[in-house]
């Protein structure tokens, strides 16, 4: 759910947070101050996350998530779609050098925003997804099967959210079909594909949540 509320941590902090996003525009003037939902309060109960969200503005997120998240009563709970070839094979996408996160390497994913949210107030993760899936790789609900559950990798104040895509194509001829995919782009977010099939192939380019899933699957710790 989305709570009405705005982040009171935020406001009390705008000149830091305006002074930060300003620094951040003159080295990357790409970034758009959207809006966007940062976890309030959450819960597990017999493996199923409930929780509410607050809605911020992109410049807020920035100054938490890089100052080392100093309101220690919100997360950054964000759904990816775990892309996982046919045969196997993990897909990911390295962001381009323009985005906020330029050079790490992720599965397709954003920060939830407004756009998110069902007329009803629900967060709609699974919709968020496959938006990203789409505007990322091309790819979209006709070239994938969703896993019937999804995975959450808790870390600091972090929560990914990992809904598993398992695609029709093998994981080479997913890679083709995004390079293809992003060749077309006038301005892409993502600059690369990175395939992943085991441990080697894990990279200090991607994100600790993410090695921690792959090493979860690969291991046997999954559904």
């Given at each position: 759910m989305?709570?009405?509320?705005?982040?009171?941590?935020?406001?009390?902090?705008r000149?830091?947070?305006?002074?930060?996003?300003a620094?951040l525009?003159a080295?990357k003037?790409?970034?758009?101050?959207?809006?966007?939902?940062?976890?309030?309060?959450?819960?597990v109960?017999?493996?199923?996350?409930r929780?509410a969200y607050?809605?911020t503005?992109f410049?807020?997120?920035?100054w938490?998530?890089?100052?080392?998240?100093p309101?220690?009563?919100?997360?950054?709970?964000f759904?990816?779609g775990?892309?996982?070839?046919a045969?196997?094979?993990?897909v990911?996408?390295?962001?381009?050098?323009?985005?906020?996160?330029?050079?790490?390497?992720?599965?397709?994913?954003?920060?939830?925003?407004?756009?998110d949210?069902t007329?009803?107030g629900v967060?709609?993760?699974?919709?968020?997804?496959m938006?990203?899936l789409g505007?990322e790789?091309?790819?979209?609900?006709a070239d994938?099967?969703?896993?019937?559950?999804?995975h959450a990798v808790?870390i600091?104040?972090?929560i990914?959210l990992?809904?598993p895509?398992?695609?029709?194509?093998?994981a080479?001829?997913l890679?083709?079909r995004?390079?293809?995919?992003?060749?077309q782009?006038?301005?892409?977010?993502?600059?690369?594909?990175?395939?992943a099939?085991?441990?080697?192939d894990?990279?200090?380019?991607?994100p600790?949540?993410?090695?921690a899933?792959?090493?979860?699957v690969?291991?046997?710790?999954?559904?």
């Amino acid at each position: 759910m989305r709570e009405a509320e705005p982040w009171a941590f935020a406001e009390a902090n705008r000149p830091a947070i305006d002074a930060h996003f300003a620094s951040l525009l003159a080295e990357k003037p790409g970034l758009w101050n959207g809006r966007v939902l940062l976890l309030a309060r959450h819960e597990v109960t017999d493996g199923v996350m409930r929780g509410a969200y607050k809605e911020t503005d992109f410049a807020s997120f920035m100054w938490w998530r890089d100052t080392g998240f100093p309101d220690p009563t919100m997360r950054n709970a964000f759904a990816m779609g775990a892309l996982r070839g046919a045969d196997g094979g993990f897909v990911l996408g390295r962001m381009a050098g323009w985005t906020a996160n330029a050079g790490r390497i992720y599965f397709a994913a954003g920060t939830p925003d407004p756009e998110d949210v069902t007329a009803t107030g629900v967060v709609d993760l699974d919709g968020s997804v496959m938006r990203e899936l789409g505007e990322e790789t091309g790819l979209g609900a006709a070239d994938v099967t969703g896993a019937p559950g999804w995975h959450a990798v808790f870390i600091g104040a972090r929560i990914a959210l990992m809904r598993p895509l398992t695609a029709r194509l093998h994981a080479e001829g997913l890679a083709e079909r995004i390079r293809a995919h992003l060749a077309q782009e006038e301005r892409p977010e993502l600059d690369d594909v990175v395939i992943a099939r085991g441990p080697g192939d894990l990279s200090e380019a991607m994100p600790s949540f993410i090695r921690a899933y792959l090493m979860a699957v690969w291991n046997g710790l999954t559904d």
